[in-house]
């Protein structure tokens, strides 16, 4: 009898702990719920299947409409589909919406300045800087030195780009891009102090910054330093075109 007991209170407690966890299931993982499908717009979109993202982004919106993370989804679909008028309007309401959104503000400089609208680029990307809800920052300031290259402001861009390492000293592709400016004005030892920068910091030793430095030892006169670091290199090229492009780098600090 004490066994038969112990039995059906075992089953019992297996029944209700396989029902407890039917009903904790997260709404992400339920097929057909609108976190489903959220979550399958973002998987897609993360592997560039932007049709089908945005299927799901729409399906998402249709089970609950006014889904922020869904609308945000769907604007970077039509952004990176380059239809700028329909992602514009989305990320737009999102703002209007959710005024603390700093990426829906972000993602508005983006469009405005793929539009060369430079003054609404700009305050939008100034929107997103400074809310203090925004927890990148830097991305911004790095949007706006971008920017103010676009529109020939090089030492607008070096400020931003200063702003935005204050936010975080460890943003790589702030220091390439600083080092590309003081490349472009001549200032070679600054440019390739920028560009060594970039790589150390850089988690995957990115060949494109170390092109960067070669091309900077070159110009500064260290041939046979540049050289090294092109042969190097070559075993290291992702395809033929870059080592095309290291072998007459190579050839030009030979000369």
């Known amino acids: 009898m004490n066994k038969n007991i112990i039995l059906i209170l ?67 679909v039509y952004l990176k589909q380059m239809k700028f008028n329909e992602s514009l309007k989305i990320f737009s309401d999102v703002a209007n919406h959710y005024p603390s959104n700093a990426d829906a503000f972000n993602f508005m400089g983006i469009i405005h300045s793929e539009l060369k609208h430079y003054d609404s680029a700009k305050e939008n ?54 080092g590309t400016i003081y490349e472009k004005k001549g200032f070679y030892k600054k440019a390739v102090y920028n560009y060594e920068r970039a790589l150390q910091l850089s988690r995957v030793k990115d060949i494109r910054i170390k092109i960067n430095i070669a091309r900077g030892y070159i110009k500064m006169g260290l041939r046979r330093k540049a050289i090294n670091l092109l042969e190097q290199m070559l075993g290291e090229a992702p395809s033929a075109e870059f080592r095309n492009l290291i072998t007459d780098m190579i050839k030009q600090a030979e000369n």
């Open 10 to 76: 075992s089953a019992l407690i297996f029944f209700t702990f396989c029902s407890k966890q039917v009903k904790t299931i997260p709404p992400h993982l339920r097929k057909g719920t609108a976190e489903y499908h959220l979550n399958k717009g973002y998987n897609h979109l993360n592997r560039g299947s932007l049709n089908i993202a945005m299927e799901q982004f729409l399906k998402a919106l249709k089970k609950k409409p006014g889904l922020m993370k869904a609308s945000m989804g769907l604007g970077i």
């Open 125 to 178: 990307f100034l929107i997103a800087a400074h809310s203090q809800h925004y927890s990148t920052p830097e991305n911004a300031y790095l949007n706006l030195a971008l920017l103010e290259i676009k529109f020939k402001h090089p030492d607008n861009a070096i400020r931003y780009i200063e702003k935005g390492l204050v936010k975080n000293p460890e943003f790589v592709s702030l220091y390439n891009l600083k």
